[in-house]
T-cell receptor, first 115, second 115 residues
């Protein structure tokens, strides 16, 4: 049971490039989320999904796209990277169908630098 | 909108002593959960303790306990018998009971433990 996995761990992009951050979970969780962590600001929700085929925007969605074609995977796409997207990105999952859930389980994070 | 405030950017404690980290939150919901997460230098988000708002009894987990004051919207974390391994960033977080995805975080408190 690997929990929540994220790849890559580190990435450097040039302004304007696009890329996809991968997230997978093997706990059969319904809910998955993407957060970004910036210094002095804690974690902020980018996008989330309540199940395969269902996604919605969080607090800071601009510049990012998501999709959820399977229960396990929830990739985050940066369409045209900007220096303001330099951050640490966390994927999280929670909740089995029909079972009350409490905490979210976090992946190890991806440190992204945009130059 | 729900907000979480951690007013102490940094705290320090002597090994074996007790320290309290503060957190206040703002919500109009009556049913919600509160969390403390620990983030060591590895970046991994680790759940320390959880409190359900409908429970009057304060949660405890070994050396970690909370002081939950629902009317005051306050949720402090007490670490007893501090150990060197407790040194980390600590984040207070809030989630409405109906919303599995939208967890709101405070800006964090960096805890230093002095030998």
């Amino acid at each position: 049971n690997a929990g929540v996995t994220q790849t890559p761990k580190f990435q450097v992009l040039k302004t304007g490039q696009s890329m996809t951050l991968q997230c997978a979970q093997d706990m059969n969780h319904e809910y998955m989320s993407w957060y970004r962590q910036d210094p002095g600001m804690g974690l902020r929700l980018i996008h989330y999904s309540v199940g395969a085929g269902i996604t919605d925007q969080g607090e800071v969605p601009n510049g990012y796209n998501v999709s959820r074609s399977t229960t396990e995977d929830f990739p985050l796409r940066l369409l045209s990277a900007a220096p303001s997207q330099t951050s640490v990105y966390f994927c999280a999952s929670s909740g089995l169908a029909g079972v009350p859930s409490y905490e979210q389980y976090f992946g190890p994070g991806t440190r992204l630098t945009v130059t | 909108a729900q907000t979480v405030t951690q007013s102490q950017p940094e705290m320090s404690v002597q090994e074996a002593e007790t320290v309290t980290l503060s957190c206040t939150y703002d919500t109009s919901e009556s049913d919600y959960y509160l969390f403390w997460y620990k983030q060591p230098p590895s970046r991994q988000m680790i759940l320390v303790i959880r409190q359900e708002a409908y429970k009057q009894q304060n949660a405890t987990e070994n050396r970690f306990s909370v002081n939950f004051q629902k009317a005051a919207k306050s949720f402090s974390l007490k670490i007893s018998d501090s150990q060197l391994g407790d040194a980390a960033m600590y984040f207070c977080a809030y989630r409405a009971a109906y919303n599995n995805n939208d967890m709101r975080f405070g800006a964090g408190t960096r805890l230093t433990v002095k030998p």
